[in-house]
């Protein structure tokens, strides 16, 4: 199985900084016949189901604020918001969905400072 | 707009089943893989399994703590993805979110599953 580790666990930013969340992949996400990396990042708020923020490692969904960015490729990516606002306040997972079974990293926590 | 909506959760004794629904609009269903993820109060997110698309070949796949006792499937006709839980365990107490699409791009709101004596 693929473990997905995220780094770190929480994070406390000041409103209008930036915040960069990691993720690591044990083996390679990407698919060399279409050269992509299989990798999305999901934004969770408390109640809420998770939200698609970047797929394809650094694709952003329609709607999502260009505030977000996804970078990486074969087993390291990043999350990166510039600009932190109050309502990214959030679990942040990223997720492989290149072999079965499917695996999540842990979530990373962040916070205002 | 796509809706996923989910039932059946509740309140099971261990080594009970229940059968979750998730009622699909919005999108063209039949073309969509479908899957189940689930998370337990407090925790993160594990996903649970995944349907392909019957012109895909229709191939149901699990992740291993539910291989065996969970079974995915779908009535493209009804619009519907189901996934149908035995031999239940305390550990299988969590939220079931159904979700859409190989990059699951959108999820519903969940159904709980408790799993208590």
């Known amino acids: 199985d693929i473990v997905m580790t995220q780094s770190p666990d929480s994070q406390a930013v000041s409103l209008g900084e930036r915040a960069t969340i990691n993720c690591k992949s044990s083996?390679?996400?990407?698919?060399?016949?279409?050269?992509?990396?299989?990798l999305t990042w999901y934004q969770q708020k408390p109640g809420q189901p998770p939200k698609l923020l970047i797929y394809?490692?650094?694709t952003r969904e329609s709607g999502v604020p260009d505030r977000f960015s996804g970078s990486g490729s074969g087993t390291d990516f990043t999350l990166t918001i510039t600009s932190l606002q109050a309502e990214d306040v959030a679990v942040y997972y990223c997720?492989?969905?290149?072999?079965?079974?499917?695996?999540f990293g842990q979530g990373t926590k962040l916070e205002i400072k | 707009e796509v809706q996923l909506v989910e039932s059946g959760g509740g309140l099971v004794k261990p080594g009970g089943s229940l059968r979750l629904s998730c009622a699909a609009s919005?999108?063209?269903?039949?073309?969509?893989?479908m899957s189940w993820v689930r998370q337990a109060p407090g925790k993160g997110l594990e996903w649970v399994g995944r349907?392909?698309?019957?012109?895909?070949?229709?191939?149901?796949d699990c992740a291993a703590p539910v291989k065996g006792r969970f079974t995915i499937s779908r009535d493209d006709s009804k619009n519907t993805l189901y996934l149908q839980l035995n031999s239940l365990k305390t550990e299988d107490t969590a939220v079931y979110y159904c979700?859409?699409?190989?990059?699951?791009?959108?999820w519903g709101q969940g159904t709980l599953v408790t799993v208590s004596s």
């Open positions: 919005g999108f063209t269903f039949s073309n969509a893989y």
């Open positions: 997720h492989q969905y290149y072999s079965s079974p499917y695996t």
């Open positions: 349907i392909k698309s019957k012109t895909d070949g229709g191939a149901t």
């Open positions: 979700t859409k699409g190989l990059i699951q791009d959108f």
């Open positions: 083996q390679s996400v990407l698919y060399s016949s279409n050269n992509r990396n299989y």
């Open positions: 394809w490692a650094s």
